[in-house]
T-cell receptor, first 121, second 114 residues
Framework: ETGVTQTPRHLVMGMTNKKSLKCEQH?????MYWYKQSAKKPLELMFVYNFKEQTENNSVPSRFSPECPNSSHLFLHLHTLQPEDSALYLC????????????????????FGNGTRLTVT | AQSVAQPEDQVNVAEGNPLTVKCTYS??????LFWYVQYPNRGLQFLLKYITGDNLVKGSYGFEAEFNKSQTSFHLKKPSALVSDSALYFC????????????FGRGTSLIVHP
């Protein structure tokens, strides 16, 4: 049990489908992250939320749409994906940065879920 | 700006031998350094971190890492490797003078041979 739960674990979708990935943490963290991990490629940061505010969008195509309704939940909405979007999508959480300050969040390691293995056909 | 490099894509070691997985970093402020391990079909798991203090930090599963400020390195070590240590290892850095969002290395695949 990692403290961060991702559902579903596996997802197969066609290019015209719409689906959503869900991430949930009960660690009391205020920062949440989406990463993409493809074979033979490094981890790619996609989005970051800090205290429910999006602070990072790493030039991600608009066919990926994140949503963070509260500090415990993070979604990644998917539509009209391409086969090259097939990958392991990882969610992570950590202590956030209080607006206007840094606090001790720099000490806080990321806690990852076990990912959603996405296949786009 | 912060960056981290893992110069080896793969490290091979025999079971029972010591292992080292290399990591170097670049930051403008004080470095906050982390090691993670990833087993197949799993997310990354936190192993250990260096924030300040003793240059040798100990972590989970018998791993340790040595912080070397002059060489800007944070190599992961274990005195005696196990076959079950075979996994993907990631080094990460936060720049105390910059963003709280960590930068990860490309990962090093550790293979421990029986």
């Amino acid at each position: 049990e990692t403290g961060v739960t991702q559902t579903p674990r596996h997802l197969v979708m066609g290019m015209t489908n719409k689906k959503s990935l869900k991430c949930e943490q009960h660690l009391g963290h205020n920062a949440m992250y989406w990463y993409k991990q493809s074979a033979k490629k490094p981890l790619e940061l996609m989005f970051v939320y800090n205290f429910k505010e999006q602070t990072e969008n790493n030039s991600v195509p608009s066919r990926f749409s994140p949503e963070c309704p509260n500090s415990s939940h993070l979604f990644l909405h998917l539509h009209t994906l391409q086969p090259e979007d097939s990958a392991l999508y990882l969610c992570a959480s950590s202590q956030g940065v209080n607006p206007g300050g840094r606090g001790s969040s720099y000490n806080s390691p990321l806690h990852f879920g076990n990912g959603t293995r996405l296949t786009v056909t | 700006a912060q960056s981290v490099a893992q110069p080896e894509d793969q490290v091979n070691v025999a079971e029972g031998n010591p292992l080292t997985v290399k990591c170097t970093y670049s930051v403008s402020g004080n470095p906050y350094l982390f090691w993670y391990v990833q087993y197949p079909n799993r997310g990354l798991q936190f192993l250990l971190k260096y924030i300040t203090g003793d240059n040798l930090v100990k972590g989970s599963y018998g791993f340790e890492a040595e912080f070397n400020k002059s060489q800007t390195s944070f190599h992961l070590k274990k005195p005696s490797a196990l076959v079950s240590d075979s996994a993907l290892y990631f080094c990460a850095v936060r720049d105390g003078g910059g963003s709280y969002i960590p930068t990860f290395g490309r990962g090093t695949s550790l293979i421990v041979h029986p």
